[in-house]
């Protein structure tokens, strides 16, 4: 890889969105409790891993989707403990300043696994 | 409605495409799998809960989707596990999505038994307080 065009990038914004749009529209068709279980679907997760597809075949593949899917499985500790903080927040401080907050955390948490596991 | 939709279109796509830019030109490639994970669904449901409704609404869609998150674990540790098992992409895949569903199933009715199994405290408090 190397090289960034717009097309690529405009694939994965339409992929992305359209996946996002998709798994909310089933979820809300589907009554209460399984339309609850589709509420949650990692759609950002897969679009991403689908269109790694797009530029890596064979063994460049695989090694795309493990390093992947090495980031994501840290991303979705994080968004547990985002989630459960929002939950704490939100009430106290209002859900504007709960989310920004909830957000912020989500960034500066982020940036430290990337210094951990780049600089130790 | 449409503008919850549209919320969800651009955060879910900025994401993808944002991971897909980490992985071309940033060095931090972990930074990449983060921003895949990216939760633009809770984001967008506790903003438009907050709008509609307030903070304690919203709240609880942060809590609730704890659980919805625990399914999205299971899909990418099976992907990952998958891949590095038998390096069939398609199959990690396939499996992911057939463990995300299973998993989400049983969180799901956990869930439930353990709201029940609160109601029925409350309930029985109540009856307590009368006697």
Redo the contacts between chains.
Sequence with gaps: MGDLSISALLIRFILGGTAVVVSTLVARNLGEKAGGIFAAFPAVYLAALLTVGLDFSGDELVAHSILLSKGAIVGMGINIMVAILAGYLLPRQGWKRGLLQAMGFWLVLSMAVVMITTYS | MYK??LI??????????V???I???S?????????????????T???M??IAS???N???I????????????V???T??TV??GS?N?TL??VL??LF??GS??IV?SFRDKLKNGRRNILRLNVLIRHK
């Excluded at chain 2, 969800?8 to 495409?17: E, K, P, S, Y």
């Excluded at chain 2, 060095?27 to 921003?35: Q, S, T």
């Design positions: 919850d939709l969800r279109f651009i955060l879910g796509g900025a994401a993808v495409m991971s897909y830019l992985t071309v030109i060095p931090w490639k972990i930074l990449a799998g983060i921003f895949a994970a990216f939760p633009a669904v809770m984001i449901a506790v903003l809960v907050g307030g903070s304690k919203a709240a609880k942060a809590n609730g989707s704890v659980f919805g998150m625990i399914g999205g674990v899909c990418v540790a992907v990952w891949l590095q390096g992409w990690s895949i992911g999505l995300w569903l989400s199933i799901s």
